[in-house]
């Protein structure tokens, strides 16, 4: 009787009991809204990958079986969030907002700018006044020589 006692502890020990996480996604500091990124569930079995989907006030909710210690990874399209990985927790619901960031990868990609990200964009020059004026005073001084008939202005 008491080895069945036993099993039913191993047995209860080894379930799996859903753990909820649920809130923002963010990409590059901007809520994102209809969107699908993934979460990727490592547990002691293996791993499987869930897809998740946010609504159009950019929250996700993502309620999955796994056991104490195990670790969830989200990422999208190769690329980590900021919190990679979360350890799951039998029973409980968290409130987890995702943050992906590509800042960083010395690529100037998904909207970023040298204003958002100077590590990966380059400055683009913005409109030069020095050379409008530059034109104009050489059209000026043009002007004068041909005005005056060629004659010498010093």
């Known amino acids: 009787m008491r080895w069945v006692l ?7 020990m080894s ?10 996604v963010f990409f590059n500091g901007k809520l994102m809204k209809n969107w699908t990124f ?19 006030k950019g929250m996700y909710n993502l309620t999955t079986n ?3 210690g195990d670790r969830v990874h989200f990422y999208w399209d190769g690329i980590v969030a900021e919190n990679p990985t979360e350890i799951c927790k039998q029973g409980k619901v968290v409130q987890l907002d995702i943050a992906f960031n590509t800042c960083g990868d010395l690529k100037c990609n998904y909207g970023e700018t040298y204003k958002t990200c100077p590590s ?13 004026i530059g034109v104009l005073v050489v059209i000026f ?4 020589i041909f005005l005056r008939g060629g004659e010498k202005l010093v």
């Open 141 to 144: 001084i043009i002007m004068l």
């Open 15 to 24: 379930v799996s009991y859903a753990s909820t996480w649920y809130g923002h």
């Open 6 to 12: 036993v099993l039913f502890v191993v047995i209860l």
């Open 120 to 132: 990966d964009c380059e400055k683009t020059s913005g409109f030069n006044w020095y050379y409008i």
């Open 66 to 68: 796994c056991s104490d």
């Open 38 to 56: 993934y979460a990727d569930i490592k547990t002691s079995s293996g791993y499987y990958q869930v897809d998740l989907i946010t609504n159009n």
